[in-house]
Antibody
Framework: QLQLQESGPGLVRPSETLSLTCIVSSGSISSGGFYWGWIRQPPGKGLEWIGIIDFSGSTHYNPSLKSRVTMSVDTSQGQFSLRLSSVTAADTAVYYC??????????????????WGQGTRVTVSS | EIVLTQSPGTLSLSPGERATLSCRASQSVSSNYLAWYQQKPGQAPRLLIYGASIRATGIPDRFSGSGSGTDFTLTISRLEPEDFALYYCQQYGSSPPMYTFGQGTKLEIK
């Protein structure tokens, strides 16, 4: 069973850049039919989609975060990364990486985030 | 941007009872891109339902999804103790292209 594991600093200073990496194990990041995504959850709140990337580097970002987000993929290392610039306290959250699986059923395309990492807590504070 | 509104915010039921959770979209959503997730405290969300009504691998058949257009429902036919958790609906919309989640329904033991 494919597994995802987030890594990165747990504390980031305001105005700096948050950098996280997700390692894909027991499976290939280069397989077709998948995107790789980041989703965050502020303390006590709901889920917010940040963006997705495929193995070729094609990205889609949440419009509300697009100006600050950069995602990249390293297929040789089996990992993908998130950079979020100019962070504030509002960016404090648990950050999850997840696999977006594309299902094809009766010729129609469906998708959902079917595998998630355990999450990593990031606090923005001076 | 499509907004998903889940109701009720909190649902108090007993084991063995039937749970009905609602997810209403601010505009019509493709059923192909409507999913439900379960989240327990301190854990990552788990995919339950995709395509509005298709159970994910390993999900018990007491979980079912239905709906179309703007109204979707997650039903748990007979609650087990491990079903008490937070539930989120999620959709993909193309204008603008993005994924959004509902605010969640907390299913608690009565």
């Amino acid at each position: 069973q494919l597994q995802l594991q987030e890594s990165g600093p747990g504390l980031v200073r305001p105005s700096e850049t948050l950098s996280l990496t997700c390692i894909v194990s027991s499976g290939s990041i280069s397989s077709g039919g998948f995107y790789w995504g980041w989703i965050r959850q502020p303390p006590g709140k709901g889920l917010e989609w940040i963006g997705i990337i495929d193995f070729s580097g094609s990205t889609h970002y949440n419009p509300s975060l697009k100006s600050r987000v950069t995602m990249s993929v390293d297929t040789s290392q089996g990992q993908f990364s998130l950079r979020l610039s100019s962070v504030t306290a509002a960016d404090t959250a648990v950050y999850y990486c997840a696999r977006l699986r594309i299902f094809v059923i009766r010729g129609e395309s469906l998708d959902a985030f079917d595998i998630w990492g355990q999450g990593t807590r990031v606090t923005v504070s001076s | 941007e499509i907004v998903l509104t889940q109701s009720p915010g909190t649902l108090s039921l007993s084991p063995g009872e039937r749970a009905t959770l609602s997810c209403r979209a601010s505009q019509s959503v493709s059923s192909n891109y409507l999913a439900w997730y379960q989240q327990k405290p301190g854990q990552a969300p788990r995919l339950l339902i995709y395509g509005a009504s298709i159970r994910a691998t390993g999900i018990p058949d007491r979980f079912s999804g239905s709906g179309s257009g703007t109204d979707f429902t997650l039903t748990i036919s007979r609650l087990e103790p491990e079903d008490f958790a937070l539930y989120y609906c999620q959709q993909y919309g193309s204008s603008p292209p993005m994924y959004t989640f509902g605010q969640g329904t907390k299913l608690e033991i009565k």
